[in-house]
């Protein structure tokens, strides 16, 4: 399954010379992951206050393209790459227009939060819906 995540680049994203600090690629493919579970039908929220389920991260990259600027209009495309008993990485398309502005992923474990954090197997309900499929998200 894939999502998408749209989001307009406000002034303060962006550093002096106008252009979008680094650190913010990282804020929004965390949203984007957010996004991604809401969109196959558990959203964060619902998973930790039923559950005592979260997904904390523990690996992300991002290589930049192309800049984004303030007022630019982006689309983050998100897909599962990869799918193992208890960690996952989800890969992240940034969209500008037609163009790839950055690509990255993040790698996060399933953790149960109900005593000590502790990675968990992905249930399989989830992971049907989570499942890599043989397309991708490029521009």
């Keep these: 399954m894939k999502s998408e995540h749209h989001f307009q ?8 010379a106008g252009i979008v600090f680094y650190p913010n690629f990282y804020k929004w493919m965390d ?13 964060s929220s619902k998973l930790f206050a039923e559950e005592q389920i979260g997904v904390p991260l523990l690996e992300a990259n991002c290589a930049f393209k192309r800049p984004l600027l303030f007022e630019d209009q982006v689309i983050v495309k998100s897909y599962v790459e990869e799918l193992h008993n208890k960690v996952f990485k ?4 940034f969209v500008k227009g037609d163009q790839n502005a950055a690509e990255g992923y993040e790698v996060r474990a399933w953790t149960s939060f109900k005593d000590k ?23």
């Design 9 to 16: 680049v406000r002034w303060g994203d962006t550093d002096a």
């Design 31 to 43: 949203d984007a992951t957010h996004a991604y579970l809401a969109a196959i039908g558990y959203p």
């Design 90 to 93: 989800i890969k992240h398309v």
């Design 117 to 139: 954090p502790k990675a968990q197997p992905i249930p399989d309900r989830i992971r049907e819906k989570m499942m890599p499929k043989a397309e991708t998200v490029e521009g």
